[in-house]
């Protein structure tokens, strides 16, 4: 949809709703992240349900998706609707593996493990989750930070 600004020509409105892919999204809100104010991070962008707020990336993406995509507040993955739990897990996670190396000073995966997949058990232990999330997730080198991708 267009409309016409002073000068006569076509402003794209912010308002219409496009088919956006996910790269599109991310594309987006690297461009936010890059051109915040100082003090304003990308959290900004996460809802409480973990969907992402369109309203503040309409400038970058020059309008509103049709549907929703979530991200998670600790790691900035972003997810399509089918995926919308893993921001869930992997913000409880992270923030439960980061309190468990503070508290021990080594990441909580079982001795050995190849795939540094988290160890729930060792996370149960020390009272730092009280559910078990439906899927394994892993412990990058990069400073400890939660992935749902299994290591190669």
């Not at 987006?28 to 991070?41: H, N, S």
């Not at 369109?54 to 998706?65: A, D, M």
């Not at 609707?81 to 000073?105: C, G, R, S």
């Amino acid at each position: 949809m267009w409309k016409w600004g002073k000068d006569k020509k076509p402003q794209e409105s912010y308002y219409s709703t496009y088919n956006f892919d996910i790269e599109a999204i991310k594309k987006a809100v690297r461009e936010f992240a890059d051109q915040a104010p100082k003090g304003v991070t990308t959290r900004t962008l996460v809802k409480d349900d973990h969907s992402i707020d369109f309203n503040l990336l309409k400038p970058y993406l020059k309008g509103i998706p049709d549907r929703n995509f979530y991200m998670s507040k600790e790691t900035y993955e972003i997810f399509e609707e089918k995926d919308k739990t893993i921001p869930y897990y992997l913000d409880i996670i992270q923030f439960a593996v980061d309190q468990y190396v503070n508290m021990y000073k080594k990441i909580p995966i079982t001795q050995g493990d190849p795939y540094r997949k988290v160890s729930y058990l060792l996370l149960e232990k020390s009272n730092l989750i009280h559910e078990r999330p439906a899927i394994d997730l892993y412990i990058t080198n990069d400073e400890y930070l939660i992935t749902h991708k299994k290591p190669k």
